[in-house]
């Protein structure tokens, strides 16, 4: 799994989450980005992951809150 910088469907900056072969901008949704999910759980992700990936955002001013 790694961070990367890229660009969200809006074309601003954002970190995202590699993992996979599959881009995640926000963990609390679905690959698609229309449903709600458990990070925990539905990417297996641990909950320092989750909160670095929140704190690299903040910088953008990009929300992962659901």
């Known amino acids: 799994m790694n961070f990367v910088l890229t660009t969200n ?3 601003e ?4 989450i590699e ?3 599959v881009t995640i ?3 609390n949704f679905s690959e698609c980005g ?3 999910v458990d990070p925990l759980t539905h990417y ?3 909950q320092k992951t989750i ?3 929140a704190i690299l955002n903040a910088h953008f ?3 992962t809150e659901v």
């Open 9 to 11: 469907v809006n074309d």
């Open 13 to 16: 900056p954002v970190y995202a």
């Open 19 to 21: 993992l996979e072969g």
């Open 25 to 27: 901008f926000n963990p």
């Open 34 to 36: 229309r449903f709600v």
């Open 44 to 46: 297996k992700l641990d």
């Open 51 to 53: 909160d670095a990936l």
């Open 61 to 63: 001013n990009y929300s």
